[in-house]
């Protein structure tokens, strides 16, 4: 960072400002490779999982992890439009009543490396999602606690980590209603499968906003600000929008999509990652899971040129992903194995793609090459 720089004007600052780009086909920017190095994706092997294992959960980090090693100094304050503030430190909120909750997260932006041209970010495949069950407090009890003015009209998130994004200096900050804040499922979280946050993964404290992408999630939280106009942050009016063609917003993004993943039968070859399977029946598997809790109602299997309608089984949570599977006779030959889910809102995902502009809530049905001999 420049020192001599104005900070009202990071535009000044040529690196700061990156010309963005778009990207194109199956090529990738060194720099999109670095991306993917330092925010990794689920194994799809892991889905077999309930609960993904800590350090196999997808990660999507802005900018830096920040350096905490002692939780006792952690404070949350939450002020502005309140008539009590509050500041609690982190053993505070562990007095208070505590609940775990399985959830499924997914990054919005899953899917984007199918899209070309790309926008530059993130590349991901179709991995970024992943379920932990999270521990912590319900918020709203904490925001009735500081009493939210009647004036206010959203409740804004924000991390310590701080960086730049297309020129904007700030920290990493989200905002949600008043109403979707006071919702009780919204958690204040310090465990994740019953261990303390990872670094990567906001300790010590985050919050989970179950049903949402995970950009809603805020990590490393210390600051929560009511306000009485809507928060126009970087996280929330640049980026995490819907854009059209020409790049304009057009609609926020919140809950999750409905999506199905099968994990790939059989075995990968090393760096194509395509499959052999040997002939005969192979047990399928997968996950599935939608937004706002809404229940996975089907989940069909496809191979050359038929659905086939797979078993559902149990999930650990409304919040939480639905297991599938179902039998596939594997015969000799090249074949493009799909899985599509439709949920309690008959929402079903498209075998084509619809691309917003940054490529954000893609949920086109999975496609998986096999070979057998
Ligand atoms: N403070 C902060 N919170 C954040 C982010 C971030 O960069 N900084 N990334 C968000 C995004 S886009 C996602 S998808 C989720 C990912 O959570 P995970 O890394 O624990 O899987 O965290 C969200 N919370
Ligand atoms: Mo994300």
Known sequence: MNDSADNNSPNTIPFLNPQKTLHQGTEFAAFEVALANRNSGTLLETLRHDLTPVGAHYLLNHFDVPYVTDSSDWALTIAGAVSNPVTLKLDDIKSLPRHTEPVTLECAGNGRALMSPRWPSQPWAQEAVGTAEWTGTPLAPLLDQAGISSDAVEVVFYGTDEGISSGDRHHYGRSLTVDEACNTDVLLVYEMNGQPLLPQHGFPLRLIVPGWYGMASVKWLNNIDV???????????????LKDQQGNPTAPVKHMKVRALMIPPGIPDWTTR????????????????????????????????????????????????????????????????????????????????????????????????????
């Open 227 to 241: 306000i009485e106009t809507p928060f126009d942050g970087h996280q929330q009016v640049k980026t995490y929008v």
């Open 274 to 373: 395509k499959r052999l399977v040997d002939p005969g029946v192979i047990e399928i598997h997968g996950r599935a899971w939608s937004g706002q809790g809404v229940p996975i109602s089907k989940v069909e299997f496809f191979d050359n040129g038929n659905w086939l309608e797979a078993e559902l089984h149990t999930s650990k949570g409304k919040y939480a992903w639905t297991a599938w599977s179902c039998n596939w006779d594997a015969t000799p030959g090249r074949h493009e194995l799909r899985c599509r889910a439709t949920d309690a809102n008959g929402d079903c995902q498209p075998l084509e793609a619809f691309w917003d502009y940054s490529g954000f809530c893609n949920n086109i049905a999975q496609s998986v090459e096999v070979w057998c001999p």
